[in-house]
């Protein structure tokens, strides 16, 4: 089993992320580990974890529609490699907001995965409004 260790340059760098060959979930996304949590501080820039889909509040998707042919395509590749951009998620106050990745948010949905890949960045209600 082969082990890699993530080098990032200092300035993005907030805890290495080790990633092993078998321990990715069913849709290629990292496991959440100690080692790819958020730290305590809040500090230090987006963390990457693998959140539930019922945790993450979709305020956009009331006013928009998504392209049905583009959702089956991304519902193709996840299902062949996983999915290869996490979506961007706003946390505020511990609760979870999705505001990009929607075409990904719904192929996760429609193929039945429980969970999803985001990018997490730490706001405030003023960042939510």
Do not use: W
């Not at 200092?10 to 992320?17: A, D, F, K």
């Not at 505020?92 to 999803?116: K, M, N, W």
């Amino acid at each position: 089993m082969a082990s890699f260790l993530l080098q990032l340059p200092n300035t993005l760098r907030i805890n290495p992320i080790r990633v092993s060959a078998s321990s990715s979930s069913s849709n290629g996304s990292l496991p959440i580990s100690s080692s790819n949590q958020a730290s305590p501080s809040g500090k230090g820039g987006p963390v990457i974890l693998e959140l539930p889909l019922n945790q993450i509040r979709r305020p956009l998707m009331r006013t928009r529609s998504n392209d049905p042919q583009k959702v089956q395509e991304l519902m193709d590749s996840i299902a062949q490699i996983g999915l290869q951009v996490p979506i961007d998620v706003l946390e505020v106050d511990g609760a979870y907001y999705g505001f990009s990745g929607c075409h990904r948010f719904e192929a996760h949905q429609r193929l039945g995965l429980p969970t999803i890949r985001c990018k997490i960045r730490r706001g405030t209600k003023e960042t939510l409004r």
